[in-house]
C-alpha cells in the first residue's frame, strides 16, 4: 500500500508542478484559465476558484491547464474578455506560458536536490584506493589496496574525483603521488599510460589511466543553506546534461532502444526506492522531473518544445506559423509520441516477462 501511495504522490506531484508552471505564468500575464486538471477525461471531483475548475480527472495520465482562447476559433466562456485571450498576446508571453511547465520541472529537481543536501550533506567518494589492476602502473609504482591518496604532483585531494581528473588531465606526465598507507606517509611515482574504459553509456573510450578504482567508501560533507543551494545546482546541472547525452546516444543507437521505459518502469522504480526510504524516494522524483521536463522541450510538435519553436519562428518572421504546417508537423508529431509511448510500454511489458 505503501509502495502505491508513493508512486501516486510522485507522478501526480511531477504533474502538478509542471501544469503549476503553466498555469502561474498564465495568471501573471492575466491570461484567463479556464480549467487546471490533474488527470485526463471526466471529472471526479473538485472545485471552483473564482473562474477557474480545479479538478481530479479519472485517467491519472497526466493532466492539463485549459487556456482562454488557445484556439482563435473558440469562443470566450463566459466570465472572460477578450484582454484574457491566449491567442491575443505577444508571441513571447505565449512563450513563457508554454516554457514554465517544463522549467518549473527543472525547478522542481533543484529545489529537492538543495533540500538533501541541506539536510544530509553532499556525499563523496573518498579517495581511498579500493582495487589495483595487475601490471598496471599503480601496480608497478607499488599502490596498494587501501591507500588514501593525499596529494597528486603538489596539489592536495579531497575526493576520487580530485584524484581520476588529476590523471587524466596530466596527459601522461609522471606523477607524484602522496598516499597515507596504515599511518605512514609514502611518495610513489606512476606514469600514466593510455587505456581503454567504458564510459556510462556502455562506449569505449580511450584516456589517461594509471590503473586503480575506489573502494567506494563514501564521505558526508555538511553544507549550510546557501552552500547546499549551488550543490543542489550543480547536480541539477549534471543530470541534465547526461540525461541530454542519454537521449543523443538512444538516436545514435549507442543505447539500446530497449532501454526505453514507460510508466510502468517508473512506478516499479518508484515502489522499489520507497523501500529504501523518504530521501531515496526524493532523489529519484528529481531525477523523474527532469527527464519529464527535457522530454517537454524536445522540438516534437505537441510537446512543450515543438510550440516553443513554432513561437521562435513567429517571432522572428513576425508572423504566425502557417496554419496548414503546424497541422502536417503536429501529426507527425503526435505519431512520433504514439510510438515512443507503445516502444516504452512494449519495453516494460517484456522486461516483467524476463
Known sequence: MSSF?????????LIFFHELGHF????????GVQTFSLG??????????GQTDYRLSLVPLGGYVSLVGESEEAELPEGFEKRHSFTLRPAWQRLLVIAAGPVFNLLLAWFIYWGLFWAHGQFQLAPEVGRVQPESPAAIAGV??????????GKPVQWWDDVAGSIVASEGRELAIAIDRNGTALTLNVKPEVRTRKTIFGEDERTWLIGIQAS???VSLPLDGTSAMKAGLDQTWRMIVITGQSVQKIFERVVPLDSVGGPIMIAQMVSEQSRQGLDSVLALTALISINLGLLNLLPIPVLDGGHIIFLTMEMVMRRPVNARLREITTRIGLAFLLALMLLATYNDIVRNLQ
Open 40 to 49: 485526463f477525461g471526466p471529472r471526479l471531483f473538485g472545485w471552483r476558484g
Open 24 to 31: 502561474l505564468i498564465a495568471r501573471l500575464f492575466g491570461i
Open 5 to 13: 501511495l508513493s508512486v501516486l504522490l510522485v507522478l501526480g506531484g
Open 216 to 218: 567506494g567508501r563514501t
Open 144 to 153: 596498494a589496496p587501501g591507500d588514501r591518496v593525499l596529494s597528486i604532483g
